[in-house]
């Protein structure tokens, strides 16, 4: 303790005391995220037939905003016609149920498993007709065309999405996520349903086979990882430009400082 | 030189030494220029990154000159970048997609060029930011800290000019950018826009034009920039931090042979080696990501690269309409309406003028307003010269802030705020940002110059408290040694100089503007010690030193 004690009057004491300050605050706050995450992710579910048992989830779990036969309320829109495709990326991806109301749903881990999930989604699709789950065929990699993928997503999707999707601002704190990571199956259920802020692109906006090319180009860009070394999160010349002024100039200063302490 | 006594080697090594040296006279150029003295601080060494990463720059871009074909004609993408097989393009996107991913070793010199580009106007503006924090740019230096702006101008326009070349996405909307600015100018802009183009935008002219200025004009406008900065180094000799020893008729330092030949020479490598590293481990500019330019799509995150964000900035913040007034205006003339659209034309163009002429203007400003017209060899530490480090904070921070909301989309995102909210708080800084900056940075200056002065006075806190007989606790003050005591007592000590009066006995209203700028700059200011105060100090608390301490006097 003597030891500690008497470097206290350290040039970086206090950098070293801050340091440590906010390791330990945000351990904790890891910690705490952590215990909650567990416990939403326990759910019951039963089972008849698909519909029934979707209903009774809906019932319990989407009904307080969503009304008890889907119909609306003031703190959630009517699902009435929205489709399985909906629920299955809104209710797949854990934006629903909703963790908090704010300017728009995000991504959590799900709250419901696959059956659960298809339930709901029948429960719905029953309630009037929409965009369904897509079959198999429209989102199989091998038979899409990156490159016209590449060429549909920059003209559609880039403006919100960056151009090699790593997603981008909206305004007042709305965003278009990255799509590193998402599954063909929401990517094309986002694209036919249009979940928070972004638009629709039905089948006549962009066919499901220009579709699948736009899931092809995705996933062959995040398959190919980034060549020439490590992307900086793929955000442009921000990332590029804060690299050059901090690693960069450091890694320079450090040098010109190490060699102007030598003695000659 | 005559034949008697003209020196006759013996070695073979010392015949081809002596042929080369009684022709060009190498020897009385290595005596003059290798005994010159520099002074050796780290902060002298950024003007040597920005030389060495253009060094590194026009190296990597012969390479890449030899691969990249600047014509905008249309060919379809055959290369082996799988997504963008078959895809229509400009040749320019082409080649630069060929040098990328076919041509061997292409992608790491792409990266390199780029890389030190960035660097390289980096280094330049650290170098500027040091010359004005430390003062080196008064008398005699005032002309080479405008060549240097300018060098920091053409260092932007050459990474602006090669920013657009590979005619991707990204670039595209850059000169978009560009023509949406000119076209902003009043009457002459479509024009301009037309000419440059060589059309209506984006023509198929605009890559090799820039290509031309970017390989040829610019560099060349460069060099020859280089060359009269260095003269002008040489004739001017370094400048060095003040210390005991070092006065304004000296440089105190090493010569150029062998110390800093050395040491020049293995940190040219060095920084060559930091370059190759960085380009070799991060990507930079994936223009596979951004895909062939077309006027239609716009990405997210499209930024220029870090020196052009200002200006890009500048645009983000600017607002189109404030309430119900607008900044477009329709301005009927005779002979048709011509528009004048304020919310191009006064970010892009006000902003970056402000700041590049008080830049170049400082010298001037600076020596009409503390009439200090002598030569200065010493640097100033930025504290003891409160007024220029506040006025330069001020500059640096509108810079901050334009340069901030250049990416006010990634820090919507990242930071999860909203981006209008960004915004907002960005335009109320530019205003009060450079006005807090400089009230801050003014008295945090002068607060060290306090304790500057607490320090000579009084030395510093030893660290040891002793009990009075009475209970009383007091802390031994230990006095600092002669050279510490020499650097906080030996600055240019400015003070506001009242407007005076010409030979006719009159005072001209510039002279008293000029009054009033001394008054705000120097009204608040503190004293160096003086010897006698420092003996009344002394006799004061002498009692309170600490034994092991050796305070002579130093010889001046």
Known sequence: MKALSKKRRHPLAAVALLLFGLLITGSLYTAAGNISEAKAAETTAASQSDVDSGQKLFAANCATCHGMHAEGSDSGPSLIGVGAAAVDFQVGTGRMPMQMQGPQAQAKPAQFDDKQISQLAAYVASLGAGPSVPDEEYLDTTEGDAAHGGTVFRVNCAMCHNAAAAGGALTRGKFAPTLTGVTEKHIYEAMATGPQNMPVFNDSNITPDEKRDVITFLKTIEANGSAGGAALGSLGPVAEGLFTWTAGLGIIIAFTIWLTSRPS | MSASNEYTPATTTGRIANFVDSRVGASGIVKEFGRKIFPDHWSFMFGEVAMYTFVLLLLSGTFLTFFFDPSMAHVVYEG?????????????????????????????????????????????????????????????????????????????????????????????????????????????????????FGGEFPGEHVIQRLYSLHIMIVPAVIILLIVIHLFMVVTHKHTQYPGPGRTNDNVVGFPVGPVYAAKAGGFFFIVFGIVALIAGLFQINPIWNYGPYDPSPVSAGTQPDWYIGFVDGALRLMPG????????????????????????????????????????AWPWIERWVTKDNREHHLLDRPRNAPFRTAMGMAGVTLYSVMWAAASSDLIATHFHVSL????????????????????????????????????????REAGIIQMSPEGAFTEKHEEVDVYKRYLLTNFVDRQYIPAEPDAAGHVSGSEKRRAMISKF????????????????????????????????????
């Open chain 2, 80 to 196: 082996s970048y799988v997504p963008m097989k078959g895809l229509g393009m400009s040749t320019a996107m082409a080649s630069t997609m060929d040098i990328s991913f076919d041509v061997r070793g292409g992608l790491f010199m792409r990266q390199v060029h780029h890389w030190s580009a960035l660097l390289f106007v980096a280094s330049l503006s650290v170098h500027m930011l040091r010359v004005f924090f430390t003062g080196a740019f008064r008398r005699p230096r005032e002309l080479n800290w405008v060549v240097g702006g300018v060098l920091l101008i053409m260092g932007m326009a050459a990474g602006f000019t090669g920013y657009s070349l590979p005619d991707d996405l990204l670039s595209g909307n850059g000169l978009r950018i560009i023509d949406g600015v000119m076209k902003a100018l009043p009457i002459v802009g479509t024009y301009l826009s037309m000419f440059f």
């Open chain 2, 321 to 360: 309409v404030l309430g119900n007034f607008s900044f477009e205006w329709n301005i009927p003339f005779p002979w048709g309406t011509n528009t004048l659209v304020l919310s191009v034309l006064l970010p892009a163009l006000v902003p970056a003028g402000a700041i590049f002429m008080v830049m170049f």
């Open chain 2, 420 to 459: 209008n909210d960004v915004t907002y708080w960005l335009r109320t800084l530019f205003f009060l940002g450079p006005i807090f900056a400089f009230w801050l940075t003014r008295r945090i200056c002068l607060s060290l110059q306090r304790k500057d002065r607490e320090i000579v006075l009084h030395g």
């Open chain 2, 521 to 556: 700059f120097f009204e608040d200011r503190v004293a160096p010690v003086t010897p006698s105060e420092l003996e009344a100090a002394h006799a004061a608390h002498g009692h309170h030193e600490v034994e092991g301490n050796k305070a002579d006097s130093i010889e001046k």
